[in-house]
């Protein structure tokens, strides 16, 4: 990962504010797990200059590697994964969290054939479980989930643990470690707010 993109992401993320922080009323998870910070990256793509510094850092992570189409997890994931195989000019597919209950059915949409190489592009791993359902649709479908990459991660010894379980590759552009540190840098939050949200985030590591 290119440093320089790295922390040209994690600042706006913040410019822009998607980083979320509350102490008093936390946010709840799709894991159901609270939480005092929020990241959302679905307003990315609200922003020209964002979406595309995320896009060539996902290209970064693609380029050396052998890859036939790109699935984005719905529904943030979807966005990125259109940007990302338009720039590669690779086909693209995007993965429900569950399967439609009407129609065709379909957990996949768009073409992907057994025994392609798919990168999976998700926004976001908290405990990993909807990149993960993501990936194992494809798997099932008979493709090889060659990595799965998303835009931020709280870095949670759940995520490794569930990834490394399910026998998937994962990265993120960008971590809580990078954000924490800027968020009281640049005045977003105080100095006991910081303390507060990393002790939390430690205890989930630990626990
Ligand atoms: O790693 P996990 O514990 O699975 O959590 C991360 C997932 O949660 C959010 O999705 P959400 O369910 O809010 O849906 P959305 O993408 O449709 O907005 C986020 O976009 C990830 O997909
Ligand atoms: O785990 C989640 O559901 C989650 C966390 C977060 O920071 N942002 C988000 O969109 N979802």
């Given at each position: 990962m290119v440093i320089i993109l790295r922390q040209t992401i994690a600042q706006r993320l913040i410019d822009i504010n998607a980083l979320k922080v509350n102490v008093q009323e936390p946010f709840t998870w799709s894991s159901g797990i609270q939480s005092p910070v929020y990241c959302?990256?679905?307003?990315?793509?609200?922003y020209p200059d964002v979406r595309q510094t995320i896009a060539k850092a996902f290209v970064n992570e693609i380029k050396g590697l052998d890859v036939d189409v790109i699935a984005g997890c719905a529904t943030a994931g979807i966005p990125h994964a259109a940007f990302v195989s338009d720039q590669l000019n690779l086909p693209m597919v995007y993965v429900r969290s569950k399967a439609k209950?009407?129609?065709?059915?379909?957990?996949?949409e768009g073409k992907v054939d057994q025994s392609e190489r798919v990168v999976v592009i998700e926004d976001?791993?908290?405990?990993g479980t909807s990149a993960i359902k993501a990936a194992e649709a494809l798997r099932e479908q008979?493709?090889?989930?060659v990595k799965v990459l998303s835009i931020?991660?709280?870095?949670?010894n759940e995520a490794e643990d569930n990834f490394k379980e399910a026998g998937f590759e994962y990265e993120s552009l960008v971590t809580f470690d990078d954000v924490a540190s800027l968020l009281t840098t640049n005045g977003n939050i105080t100095e006991k707010e910081r303390e507060q949200v990393l002790n939390w985030r430690d205890d989930l590591v630990l626990s």
């Open positions: 959302d990256n679905r307003l990315t793509m609200s209950g009407h129609g065709l059915k379909n957990m996949i976001l791993i908290s405990t008979g493709c090889h989930v931020f991660s709280y870095g949670l």
